[in-house]
C-alpha cells in the first residue's frame, strides 16, 4: 500500500511540495520514477532535491512497505543503512534493535528506536528467503 509523501517522517513539508509539484504523491509515484536511471536524473535536476536526499526518501519508501511498519522508525533504519526489506531481513530482531541502538548512541540521533516487541512485528509475516538464512552455530548475525 502506497503511503502518501507527507506520512513519511523525515521528508520536510518543503520537499512534500516539491515533490507534489513533479508529480509525486506517494511512495509508489516515487519508486516508478526513482527506478528509471534516466528519469531519476531528470528528477533530481527538475526539483533541485540532492540524489542522496532521494536516495533516503527511496529508502524509507521500500520499507514503509513491510507491514506493521511504524512511520516514526524510518529516519532511523535509514541511517543505519537499511534502506529496505531485503537488508532489514538480513538481521534477527534482537541483532536490529542492538544495531539501531548503536547507531542512534553513534550517531546521535534523536529519532525513537523501535523496541524489540516494534520489531518483532515486522517479522510476523516475513518469508524468509535465501538472505533471510540463520547464521551457523556460533556465529553473531549482524
Known amino acids: 500500500m502506497a503511503a502518501k509523501m507527507s506520512e513519511l517522517h523525515g521528508v520536510d513539508a518543503n520537499h512534500v511540495t516539491t515533490l507534489k509539484v513533479a508529480g509525486i504523491e506517494n511512495t509508489d509515484d516515487l519508486m516508478k520514477i526513482w527506478s528509471d536511471k534516466e528519469k531519476r536524473a531528470g528528477l533530481v535536476e527538475s526539483t533541485g532535491i540532492a540524489e542522496e536526499q532521494f536516495m533516503k526518501f527511496a529508502g ?37 534493535v542492538n544495531h539501531l541502538k548503536e547507531t ?18 515486522w517479522y510476523s509475516d516475513h518469508k524468509p528467503g535465501p538472505q533471510a538464512t540463520p547464521a551457523p552455530e556460533g556465529v553473531v548475525a549482524k
Open 60 to 96: 524509507m519508501a521500500r520499507l514503509s512497505r513491510v507491514k506493521a511498519m511504524g512511520m516514526q522508525f524510518l529516519p532511523i533504519l535509514v541511517a543505519a543503512g537499511i534502506d529496505g526489506p531485503k537488508r532489514l531481513f538480513t538481521y534477527t530482531p534482537e541483532s536490529l
Open 104 to 121: 542512534a548512541a553513534d550517531k546521535k540521533l534523536a529519532d525513537p528506536v523501535p523496541t524489540l516487541e516494534d520489531v518483532k512485528s
